[in-house]
C-alpha cells in the first residue's frame, strides 16, 4: 500500500506549495449569472423538471427531491453514479448475481422496474426484466445536474417508477423555463469543449480508469448541437470472492466493468429536439448465481434510443408539443466460453416504438393543466441461443394507450396538484396511477402532504418465466409528508416521512418442478421511514449532513432476515441486505478559491445477509457489522491556465470490506466491493 500512500501524500504537499502563492492572487470574480445559479440550487429556487410536467421549485415541487449540482458533484470527486447516490438519503446497493449490482431506496430492492433511470429525460432501464446496472456505467464528468425523487413517478413515467426516479441531465441546452428573456440560443449558450481523463489505483491492480468529453456548438443563432462520450473499464473488487458452496476466486481481473456512451443532441429555435444516446455495458462474472464461472461470463447490455421532441406556442398560454421515441436493445446478452472460445449464448432483442401528443393550458396565472396521450408498441426476438432459460421462439407483442391529466391550482393558501395516469395494456391489467399533493411555503418554512399510486407491469421476463393468466402488476401506495424551515440564505433543515404498502409484488422462486417462475407474492410488502438533511453554506464552503432509517412492517420471507436451520425472524426491523440507519457528512472546504478540500463520510448500521450453505445443507445468516466509509478528495483548479483543474484523493480511505449483499432470499454470497483506492483526476474545459 506504500506505493499507493506515498505518491498521494507527496502530491497533497504539492498543492500545499503552491496554496501560498494563490493566496498572493486576488480571487477570480465569480460571474454573477453563476452565482445566482448557486444561491438558487442551495434555496431549492431552481425548477426541477423531474417531479411534474408542469414546472416548479424543488421546494413547490409535489414530490420529495434532492437535486445534486455539477458543483457539487465535481467537489466530491465522485468516482460513478454510485458515489453520487449514496450521499442522498435512503440509497445502498446489493447484488443480484453475476457482478451485477442494484439499487435499493428506503428499505426496498428496486432492481427490476422499482427505479426508473434517466438520462436527459430518455429511459435507459432495459426492457427484459426494467433492471439498472450500477459500477461506472453512467455518466459522471458531463453532468449538468442530477435530479433524484424519491417516492412513486408513475404518473408521469408509467411503470418503472413505482419507486423512484433517477435523471441525469447533461451539459447542453438551457431549459425554456431559465431562457425567458430571450428567444435566440446563441444569446444564452456557448461554444464548450471539454475532456477529462481519471484513474483510481488499489492495492493490486487499477480500481478505474476512464475518458470522457463534451463538445458544445453553436450552429447557427437559431441551432445548436452537442456530443458528449465516454470510455471507461472499473474493477468492482480486488478481492477474494467465495460463493455458498466454499468455491472461491480472486476478483482482480475477473470482474471488470466496461462502459462505452455516446450522447449527441441537437435544437432548433427552442422547438425542435432530438437526442441519441447510445450505451453499452459489459459485465465480467466469475460469480455465479452459487458457484464461480471458470472461465468468467460476460454479460452485455447495450441500448440505442432516439427520441424527437417538437412544441409549437400558438400564445403564452397554450402549447401544444409532439414526441416521438425509438429504443433497440440488448439486454443480458450472454457470452460463455464453450467449446474451444467465447461464443454468444443469449441474446434478445428489445425493440420499442413510442409516440404522444400533450396540451399546456395556462388558464390564469393561478391555474396551469397539461394533458396528453402515449401510445406505445414493444416486441422482442430472439437472436442467439445455445442455451437460455427463455424457451419461445416467437415473443409476444406489447401494446398500452395511455392517456394523462394533470393540473396545478395556485393560491395565496398554497398549490394543488391533481395527476392521474391510466395505462391500459393489450395483456395485463390495466393500471390507474393517480396523485394529490398539497405543497405550501410560509416564509422560510415550508410544508408537503403527498399520496400518489404507482405500479410495474410484468415485463417479458416475469411473462416468460410466469403464468401470464394470472400474473398481475405490482402496485405501491405512498404517503409522505415533508417539512422545511429556511432558517437564513445560509442554513436550511428539511425532513420526511413515508409509509409504502405494495401488493403483488413479482418474486422469483421454483415450482414444483424446481423450475424457476415468477408470481405475484401473496403478502404485502409494507415499508416506513424518516429521513432528515441539513444543508449549511458559508463563504468557506459549505455542509450536508443528513440521516435516513428505513423499516419493513410486515414479515415477507422473501426479504426478510430468517435463520434456516430453525426458521426462526431474527430481526423483525431488518431487511436482508439494507441498513436499517444510514448517516452522511458531505463537506466543502475552500482553502483558497481555487484549491478545496473534501472530505466525505458515510456510516450504515448493521446487516444481515446470506453467506454459505452449512453442513445439513442450510444457508447461513451472517449478521455484518456496521461500516464507515470515508472519501477525501482534493480540487485544485485553474492550474496555470483558465480551465485546467487537477484532482487527487482517496476513496474508502480506512479500507473498509464493503460487500453487496444479496437483498432477498436466494444463494449468491455477498459480493466484496472496491478496496481503498487513490484517485487521480485531470480535466480540461474551454
Known amino acids: 500500500m506504500k506505493r499507493i500512500i506515498y505518491p498521494f501524500f507527496a502530491f497533497v504537499g504539492l498543492l500545499a506549495e503552491q496554496v501560498g502563492a494563490a493566496t498572493q492572487v486576488e480571487a477570480q470574480s465569480i460571474h454573477p449569472d453563476q452565482r445566482l445559479l448557486e444561491e438558487l440550487q442551495y434555496l431549492k429556487e431552481e425548477n426541477v423538471s423531474i417531479a411534474s410536467r408542469i414546472p416548479q421549485t424543488e421546494r413547490d ?62 429511459e435507459m432501464n432495459e426492457r427484459r426484466s426494467g433492471s439498472v446496472q450500477m459500477g461506472q456505467h453512467y455518466p459522471i464528468d458531463n453532468i449538468q445536474k442530477v435530479e433524484v425523487m424519491r417516492g412513486p413517478g408513475s404518473v408521469m413515467y408509467g411503470g418503472f417508477a413505482r419507486l423512484g426516479v433517477i435523471n441525469i441531465i447533461t451539459k447542453g441546452f438551457k431549459n425554456k423555463a431559465s431562457t425567458q428573456h430571450s428567444d435566440s440560443i446563441k444569446d444564452q449558450d456557448q461554444d464548450e469543449l471539454a475532456i477529462t481523463t481519471r484513474y483510481g489505483q488499489m492495492e493490486k491492480t487499477y480500481g478505474h480508469r476512464g475518458v470522457s468529453f463534451y463538445v458544445g456548438k453553436n450552429l447557427t443563432d437559431d441551432a445548436r448541437i452537442t456530443v458528449s462520450g465516454k470510455a471507461s473499464q472499473a474493477h468492482r473488487s480486488e478481492q477474494i470472492f467465495t460463493d455458498t458452496h466454499g468455491g472461491s476466486v480472486r476478483l482482480e481481473n475477473t470482474n471488470l466493468l466496461n462502459n462505452l456512451q455516446f450522447n449527441i443532441g441537437f435544437q432548433y429555435a427552442k422547438n425542435l429536439t432530438l437526442r441519441f444516446i447510445m450505451d453499452d455495458y459489459v459485465a465480467e462474472s466469475a460469480d ?127 398549490n394543488l396538484t391533481f395527476g392521474l395516469r391510466y395505462d391500459r395494456h393489450n395483456t395485463f391489467e390495466a393500471n390507474f396511477a393517480p396523485r394529490v399533493a398539497f405543497t405550501n411555503k410560509i416564509g422560510g418554512f415550508h410544508y408537503k402532504l403527498l399520496y400518489s399510486s404507482s405500479f410495474r407491469t410484468p415485463n417479458i421476463d416475469d411473462a416468460i418465466l410466469g403464468n401470464v393468466p394470472k400474473l398481475k402488476p405490482e402496485r405501491t401506495k405512498a404517503y409522505e409528508i415533508e417539512l422545511g424551515y429556511q432558517f437564513n440564505k445560509n442554513l436550511a433543515l428539511t425532513t420526511n416521512a413515508f409509509y409504502l404498502s405494495t401488493k403483488d409484488k413479482l418474486v422469483y422462486g421454483f415450482d414444483n418442478n424446481n423450475t424457476g417462475v415468477y408470481s405475484n407474492a401473496h403478502d404485502k410488502i409494507d415499508a416506513t421511514g424518516v429521513e432528515t438533511e441539513l444543508r449549511w453554506k458559508q463563504n468557506w464552503g459549505y455542509l450536508t449532513l443528513n440521516h435516513s432509517y428505513s423499516q419493513m412492517l410486515n414479515n415477507f420471507q422473501a426479504f426478510k432476515p430468517i435463520q434456516k436451520t430453525t426458521n426462526t425472524l431474527v430481526s423483525s426491523d431488518k431487511t436482508l441486505g439494507f441498513p436499517t440507519h444510514k448517516f452522511t457528512l458531505n463537506t466543502h472546504y475552500e482553502i483558497t478559491p481555487d484549491l478545496s478540500v473534501n472530505p466525505s463520510f458515510i456510516l450504515t448500521t448493521s446487516r444481515y445477509g446470506y453467506d454459505r450453505y452449512d453442513a445439513q445443507g442450510y444457508l447461513n445468516l451472517r449478521k455484518y457489522s456496521p461500516q464507515l466509509l470515508g472519501n477525501l478528495y482534493f480540487r485544485y483548479q485553474n492550474v496555470l491556465i483558465k480551465g485546467l483543474d487537477l484532482g487527487i484523493g482517496l476513496y474508502n480511505l480506512f479500507n473498509a470490506n464493503q460487500r453487496f449483499i444479496q437483498p432477498y432470499n436466494s444463494d449468491h454470497a455477498p459480493l466484496p466491493g472496491q478496496s481503498r483506492e487513490v484517485i487521480f483526476k485531470v480535466s480540461y474545459q474551454l
Open 288 to 414: 455465479g448465481t452459487s458457484a464461480i464461472n471458470t472461465p468468467p461470463l460476460l454479460l452485455n447490455f447495450k441500448s440505442y434510443v432516439f427520441d424527437a421532441k417538437y412544441q409549437e406556442d400558438f400564445s403564452d398560454t397554450f402549447k401544444l408539443s409532439f414526441n416521438f421515441n425509438y429504443s433497440r436493445q440488448l439486454p443480458w446478452s450472454v457470452e460463455a466460453f464453450i467449446g474451444t472460445g467465447f461464443q454468444t449464448a443469449t441474446k434478445i432483442a428489445a425493440t420499442r416504438y413510442l409516440g404522444g401528443m400533450r396540451l399546456d393550458y395556462m388558464m390564469n396565472s393561478f391555474i396551469h393543466i397539461t394533458s396528453g396521450l402515449e401510445f406505445t408498441h414493444e416486441e422482442f426476438e430472439k437472436l442467439a441461443e445455445t442455451y437460455d432459460h427463455i424457451n419461445p421462439k416467437v415473443f409476444p407483442i406489447y401494446e398500452n394507450i395511455t392517456p394523462y391529466i394533470e393540473s396545478l391550482i395556485k393560491s395565496d393558501w398554497g
Open 61 to 122: 415541487a409535489p414530490a420529495i427531491l434532492t437535486v445534486v449540482s455539477e458543483k457539487e458533484i465535481l467537489n466530491s470527486g465522485a468516482r460513478d453514479l454510485m458515489d453520487v447516490l449514496r450521499l442522498i438519503p435512503g440509497f445502498d446497493f446489493g447484488v443480484d448475481f453475476g457482478n451485477i449490482v442494484g439499487p435499493m431506496i428506503r428499505g426496498n430492492w428496486a432492481y427490476e422496474g422499482g427505479i426508473l433511470m434517466l438520462i436527459d429525460g430518455l
